[in-house]
């Protein structure tokens, strides 16, 4: 008997569930990335009614008709979420990147992936993929030709994910500090092909 399984807009009726998914993952790579080092207060900061509000928000009100929320549901429950959002080209531009990238390319335009979360224990069921799709057609529709996710270095769940969906680095980092420690975030892109299938290539 085949699964119920699909990718539709979030409601608020989801922020709950989003919320508790994403205190879950953020957690999970922050650790990943601070090699086991959150502190207690870091640790304080992952309640998941706190993650559903800031959620809810974004749903609800969100900063204008081209940011959108996902859901992947799976008989009924959901099971992860992706979100978009347009971005600027300025910080591209600006970085020191290999010939061949994206870098001063004149024509590019990004969306962003601002979250794309599947629990561990909901994985390697085709529902991160499922998302990343939706999220593509999404941005392609807006004009987006390329795709762009920050990624925390250690994240080896987010990293092999875009790997093998045919992500690749841009070669752009950034820092940020979480209590005492820092972590550094990598930006990965694709290209969108032209043609209405197939998966997002670099």
Known sequence: MATHVFVRPATALDARVIGAIHAQTLRAALDAALEGALTPDIEAIFVPDAFA???????????????????????????????????????????????????GHEGTVV????????????????????????????????????????????????????????????????????GTGMATQHCWYATLPEAEEGEPRA
């Open 53 to 103: 509000r800031q959620w809810e928000q974004a749903i609800t009100a969100p900063p204008s008709s081209n940011h959108a929320v996902l859901c992947a549901v799976d008989e009924g429950t959901v099971v992860g979420f992706a979100a978009i959002s347009p971005t600027q080209l300025e910080s591209l531009d600006q970085a020191d990147l290999p010939d061949g990238q994206m870098n």
């Open 111 to 178: 969306v962003e992936i601002t979250a794309l979360e599947v629990p561990l224990a909901r994985g390697r069921a085709g529902h991160g993929s499922r998302l990343l799709a939706a999220a593509t057609d999404l941005a392609r529709e807006q004009g987006a030709n390329t795709v762009q996710m920050w990624v925390l270095a250690g994240d080896d769940a987010h990293t092999s994910f875009l790997h093998e969906a045919g992500f690749a680095p841009t070669g752009l980092r950034r820092t940020m500090q979480v």
